[in-house]
C-alpha cells in the first residue's frame, strides 16, 4: 500500500489539471495567527537620496518624465513599486519653470513637501503653492498638474513626498487613467478659495458636498505646527506618540482621504516612547528634529526629510533627541472601513 505522503502527493498531481488545490497545505498561512506582512522596515536617507534625485533632472524633464518620481520601494518586495502591500511612495522632484501635465486618475495621492519653496499643484481648477511641511491631497480622478514659478522671483527645486493607494487599486484591479488636453489647467478660483470655504470650522450654507475626500486640499503647515505647540504648551503627551493629531475632512471628521489617514505628531525633547503596534503599516516623514525609530527590534537613527516605513503589527517606540516632528500616513480607513483595524499600546 502507499505510503500517506506519496497518496496525497499522487492526489494533488491529479487534482493540478483541474486547477485545485488542498486548502489544508496553505491554510496556516492563509489564515495566519496574527499578521505576517512581507515587508521590512526601512529608512531612506534624504541626505543619500537628494543628490541622485538632483541628477535625475539632467537626464529626463518632468514633461517627458510625466512624474519625474524617484520609488520608495520595500526592500523585500521589489519589482513592486510598494513600500507597503497597500501603499506606494515616492520622492518627485520639479525644477524651477518645469511643469509636470495634467492628468488624472482613480489612484487618491498626497503630497508632503520635504524640499524647498515655490512649486506649485493646481488640482480640479485651483491652485496652491507649496511650502515644506504642507500636506497637500490629488483626490481620486481630480485633474492635477505640478509647476514651479518660484516666489518672488526666488526659485529652487522642490521635492515633495507622494503617497497613493496605487497598490490597494492594483489589488482591485480598478484603476483608470487619462492625459489632459492641456498641459496645465486654467485655474477657475482663486487661491485659496478652498481654504476659506472648508478650513475655518465653517461650511458654505448651501453646500452639498458629493466627494469621499475632504474639500480642503492643501492643510499648511505653519497652521498644523501652531496646533502641536499649544497642544506642547497645554498637556502632558502621550506616552506612546507623544502629541499627535489626526489630519480630517472637516466635512465628515474622518480621514481626508477614503484611503489614506495622515498623521502630524510632535515628541519633546528626550522622549522616550513606549511600544505600540497597529496593523495599518505606517510611512513617515520626518519634518523636525533627530531621534530614533525602533521598529521590530531594529534601531533606525532618523533626522529631518528622512522617509521610514513601519509594517504593519511591527511594533514601534520612537525617542527623541531633539524636539521632533514626524509626518505620517497609512491605509487604516480601508481596514476601519471593513472594520479590521487593530492597534495595542504595551507597557514596556
Ligand atoms: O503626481 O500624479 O508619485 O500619478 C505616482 C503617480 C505621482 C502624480 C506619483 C502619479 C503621481
Request: charged share 20%.
Amino acid at each position: 500500500m502507499a505510503s500517506v505522503p506519496s497518496a496525497r502527493a499522487d492526489y494533488y498531481r491529479r487534482i493540478k489539471p483541474l486547477h485545485l488545490t488542498p486548502l489544508w497545505e496553505e491554510l496556516h498561512a492563509l489564515v495566519p495567527r496574527e499578521p505576517n506582512s512581507p515587508c521590512i522596515p526601512a529608512l531612506w536617507r534624504y541626505a543619500d537620496i537628494r543628490p541622485l534625485l538632483m541628477e535625475s533632472a539632467n537626464l529626463i524633464t518632468a514633461e517627458e518624465a510625466v512624474r519625474r518620481v524617484l520609488v520608495l520601494e520595500n526592500p523585500a518586495m521589489q519589482g513592486r513599486s510598494s513600500i507597503t502591500q497597500s501603499l506606494y511612495a515616492g520622492l518627485q522632484l520639479i525644477m524651477p519653470g518645469e511643469i509636470a501635465p495634467s492628468h488624472r486618475h482613480v489612484q487618491s495621492a498626497l503630497r508632503f513637501i520635504v524640499d524647498g519653496r515655490g512649486a506649485y499643484t493646481t488640482v480640479g481648477g485651483e491652485r496652491t503653492t507649496m511650502y515644506p511641511g504642507d500636506f497637500i491631497i490629488t483626490p481620486s480622478w481630480a485633474w492635477h498638474d505640478h509647476g514651479n514659478e518660484g516666489i518672488a522671483g526666488d526659485s529652487e527645486p522642490v521635492v515633495w513626498l507622494d503617497g497613493l493607494d496605487i497598490p490597494l487599486v492594483r489589488f482591485f484591479d480598478a484603476g483608470f487613467a487619462e492625459n489632459d488636453e492641456s498641459r496645465a489647467q486654467q485655474v477657475q478660483r482663486p487661491e485659496g478659495n478652498s481654504y476659506a470655504r472648508f478650513g475655518y470650522n465653517m461650511v458654505p450654507v448651501r453646500h452639498a458636498h458629493a466627494s469621499a475626500t475632504s474639500p480642503i486640499f492643501s492643510y499648511p503647515y505653519d497652521r498644523s505646527r501652531e496646533a502641536l505647540a499649544r497642544l506642547q504648551r497645554d498637556e502632558p503627551s502621550d506616552p506612546w506618540q507623544g502629541w499627535k493629531l489626526r489630519y480630517i475632512n472637516p466635512l465628515t471628521g474622518g480621514a481626508p482621504m477614503p484611503t489614506m489617514a495622515t498623521y502630524l505628531q510632535l515628541l519633546p525633547a528626550g522622549f522616550c516612547g513606549q511600544t505600540h503596534r497597529a496593523t495599518d503599516g505606517a510611512v513617515y516623514s520626518v519634518v523636525e528634529g533627530r531621534g530614533t525609530a525602533e521598529i521590530a527590534g531594529q534601531r533606525f537613527a532618523f533626522q529631518p526629510q528622512d522617509t521610514f516605513v513601519v509594517p504593519s503589527w511591527a511594533p514601534l517606540r520612537l525617542q527623541a533627541d531633539e524636539e521632533v516632528v514626524l509626518f505620517s500616513f497609512s491605509d487604516r480607513p480601508v481596514q476601519q472601513a471593513i472594520g479590521i483595524h487593530r492597534e495595542t499600546f504595551l507597557n514596556d
